[in-house]
């Protein structure tokens, strides 16, 4: 599992054991995604982890990380609905995008330049890595389809 598909699946598991008030599990996650430096990109985001780590040990999480580093979008997706976002990419620097979602079959996440042409799509999208170098800078679209029956949980890390 690379970094990018690990931090996706931390944070879907954080999600699933805050749900479940599963406070030692959460703390396992909650570590780790700090150790990874990633941090919030929306407002939505930012919201969820203060809460999550609202419920948890001061003292159980380490204040680390980087000015620079992965971030992460986190958000709930109905039966059929899409996600649709946009993210400028740097030309010749690695880029990795993942999904972690709950529940972790009937997404589709796919990555595409600002032309349209597709680069990367992951179907099922859970912990699943999309991984490029962009020739160019420019802004790529990154789409996440709920082809399932429920709402669906989501976290889309950046790296």
Request: charged share 25%; hydrophobic share 35%; net charge neutral.
């Amino acid at each position: 599992m690379t970094s990018t598909e690990r931090l996706a699946n931390d944070l879907s598991a954080a999600g699933t054991a805050f749900e479940r008030s599963d406070l030692a599990t959460l703390e396992t996650h909650l570590r780790a995604i700090e150790l990874a430096g990633a941090s919030p990109s929306d407002r939505h985001s930012e919201e969820t982890m203060l809460e999550w780590r609202s419920v948890v040990s001061k003292d159980a999480l380490p204040m680390r990380g980087r000015a620079l580093g992965p971030a992460y979008i986190s958000g709930t997706l109905a039966p059929g609905a899409t996600l649709d976002t946009e993210q400028v990419l740097l030309g010749g620097k690695s880029v990795g995008i993942a999904a972690g979602t709950t529940p972790q079959g009937g997404l589709r996440l796919r990555v595409s330049r600002g032309d349209g042409k597709a680069v990367c799509e992951r179907s099922p999208a859970h912990a699943r890595e999309c991984r490029f170098v962009p020739a160019y800078t420019q802004r790529y679209r990154i789409e996440l389809f709920n082809s399932g029956t429920g709402n669906a949980r989501y976290h889309i890390v950046l790296e």
